[in-house]
């Protein structure tokens, strides 16, 4: 018995105990042992633990009766609810076991035992799982009550118990068992037809063919409405009246006995069928089809989408944004895997460039990017966090919201080292600028978007960043401000906003060296899906004109101060419709120009749908396009 135990991998410590886990092994049924001499009465008393109750068990530990619920944290610390009694096995005097998880020491058996009190019982799985996890405390015994024991199993694994400690061990069994049995099998009985297998599996066969198919495993058959059992001759209405053995806790309705019948027929034995119906059509949900356009331009720019996990500690935060690393700011984990994922992330930056970090160990050159939802707590829901108490509960209040958000990084040179040799320069502002262009453009929001510096992110290096504006129309109040409410607009006025959609840059050399970045540079983004997909517009196609374009170039010079999109929202602004492309192909600096301005030439491309234009119309569009870039920006036409 010692031999075989060590195979399966269990320490032998004594004939008594042995034999206990033995039973356990060969039967799948926990039993424990105590020394009946320290057994008050010999009686035993399943209970909840006590205020101030502790248990030596039998690792030598002394241990609190009382856990924390669910909530609960990595360092022990309860949050938010109040604490539980452990389920205890007791005498008069007080516990002696946990139940279902781990016998005390006080009442083990020893050497000096010559008195044996053998227990057999079931426990509820939830109840035994609770206090294994929550005292770090698993056992062989609390695997098995954890997923659940053959209600009819104690009685039958408590006599194949006694018989060994008879033949092995050399013991006089007492006379009769104590049976306590407050919640009995009750036992499932289904009728199952040949049709409904037919309907469900896909096979016909005959209601005999049924039952000796589960009567193989263990199920008790009853032909009913036909012929008995091993007579194939049956008429259409026979059925099988099927009883389920305690041991099979997870049959419960008649779809768990046609997958038995399945399984046991054979899976590679049902033939394939055709759908007898046409698929109902898909319609796609508007959102999935601009996060799949998101997804595949990314990738079309040469980034690879990961997955990181959404949960954070501070330690990873601080490396990016110190001043966000405040853990009451974040939802929290009732029930944390590891140290290191305890909180739900407010950002992807955080674990997004930790990857980036990662990548650059292996690689030279690394651009990834996530589409994934952040979860940003409320006042109400960071204080049920406290164990504060909340008047009445609603998940639009307490709950966090759970925000879906697009994060790009890149890092390295800007092509990959070839024997062509390529551009070795590093990644930089305006590449990641580009992207994000691109993204707008697909969307539909090119025209609508706007950007300005951004100075006061710690994460981003000030003067090589930038925020993403997106103007929308939003109701306005009597005076012509937009509403703050969002109650509808009054007397039908709107007025047009920006709204801030993102951030983008260069990271912080701060930044870089926490995160072990040893590069120049590295850029990243950040942008709200949900506003993006929110201001989307659907895709529209126009009919290629047949008439030729005219291509005008136009230098403009203007104080430096005057950043470039306002320039070419001015020059949108004033050719209007026949404008079809606009693109900046130089900048220049110098004493031509004056000091404190710049030069920035454009290639104007002009297109009408309907006819050619004409020198007249083009002259009075760039007429135009000068007085306003005159009056709104103090630019002027370099001669």
């Not at 356009?293 to 720019?301: I, K």
Request: charged share 25%; proline share 5%.
């Amino acid at each position: 018995m010692q031999r075989r135990l060590a195979l399966a991998g269990m320490r032998p410590i004594n004939n008594i105990v042995d034999i206990s886990n033995y039973v356990m092994l060969e039967w799948g049924q926990p039993t424990h042992t105590f020394d009946a001499d320290c057994v008050q009465d010999q009686h035993l008393i399943v209970r909840f633990a006590s205020v101030g109750e502790q248990l030596t068990t039998l690792d030598s530990k002394e241990r609190e009766l009382f856990i924390s619920d669910a909530r609960i944290d990595v360092e022990g610390e309860t949050i938010g609810g109040a604490k539980r009694p452990v389920l205890c096995v007791c005498d008069q005097s007080g516990p002696l076991a946990l139940a279902g998880v781990m016998g005390g020491e006080e009442s083990e058996v020893r050497a000096s035992t010559t008195r044996v009190l053998l227990e057999a019982a079931v426990w509820e799985p939830v109840q035994i799982r609770r206090v294994a996890r929550a005292l770090k405390l698993p056992s062989e015994a609390s695997r098995r009550f954890e997923r659940g024991v053959d209600y009819e199993l104690p009685l039958r694994a408590q006599r194949r118990a006694l018989q060994l400690l008879r033949e092995v061990a050399g013991g006089k069994v007492a006379d009769g068992l104590i049976d306590v049995y407050p919640r009995p099998w009750q036992t499932v009985e289904l009728d199952l037809t040949p049709h409904e297998i037919e309907r469900i599996v896909g096979v016909r066969l005959s209601a005999p063919e049924i039952a000796e198919l589960l009567t193989s495993l263990g199920f008790g058959c009853e032909l009913r409405g036909g012929s008995g059992l091993g007579d194939f001759a049956t008429t259409d209405s026979s059925y099988v009246h099927v009883t389920v053995p305690s041991f099979r806790q997870d049959v419960t309705i008649l779809a768990d006995l046609c997958e038995e019948v399945a399984r046991v027929y054979g899976y590679e034995r049902i033939p394939d069928t055709r759908l007898a119906d046409e698929l109902p059509r898909s319609d796609e949900h508007s959102d999935l089809v601009i996060d799949k356009r998101v997804r595949a331009l990314l990738v079309a720019t040469g980034a690879s989408e990961v997955i990181t996990h959404s949960m954070v500690d501070m330690a990873m935060v601080s490396l990016v944004e110190p001043t966000a690393a405040k853990s009451e700011l974040y939802a929290r984990i009732a029930n944390p895997s590891t140290p290191e994922r305890v909180y739900m992330r407010r950002s992807l930056l955080p674990s997004l460039l930790t990857t980036l970090e990662l990548n650059l160990r292996e690689r030279e050159r690394a651009a990834i990017f996530e589409v994934g939802r952040i979860y940003l707590p409320g006042e109400r829901f960071i204080a049920w966090q406290r164990g504060e108490a909340i008047e009445s509960w609603s998940s639009a209040d307490v709950l966090p919201q759970e925000l879906r958000r697009v994060a790009i990084a890149m890092v390295g040179p800007r092509e990959a080292e070839k024997w062509q040799g390529g551009d070795r320069n590093a990644l930089d502002f305006y590449d990641m600028k580009g992207i994000i262009e691109q993204l707008l453009e697909r969307l539909g929001l090119s025209e609508r978007a706007s950007f300005v510096p951004l100075t006061d992110d710690e994460r981003f290096h000030p003067g090589r960043a930038a925020a993403l504006l997106i103007a929308r129309a939003a109701p306005a109040d009597a005076d012509g401000r937009p509403e703050q409410n969002g109650s509808g607009p009054k007397k039908g006025k709107l007025q047009t906003i920006s709204e801030r959609v993102g951030v983008f840059g260069e990271l912080h050399p701060l930044v870089r060296e926490r995160l072990g970045l040893n590069v120049g540079r590295a850029v990243a983004a950040e942008l709200d899906l949900e506003l993006l997909i929110a201001a989307a517009q659907p895709a529209h196609y126009n009919t290629i004109s047949r008439f030729p374009a005219t291509i005008q170039d136009l230098a403009i010079v203007a104080a430096n101060e005057v950043p470039a999109a306002q320039i070419e929202a001015l020059i949108r602004k004033g050719a209007g419709e026949l404008l079809e492309s606009l693109t900046l192909f130089d900048i220049y600096s110098g004493p031509q120009v004056g000091e404190g301005k710049r030069s920035l030439a454009y290639h104007l491309s002009f297109r009408a749908a309907d006819r050619t234009l004409s020198d007249d119309t083009l002259a009075k569009v760039r007429v135009k396009i000068v007085k306003l870039l005159e009056r709104e920006a103090g630019a002027s036409i370099r001669v």
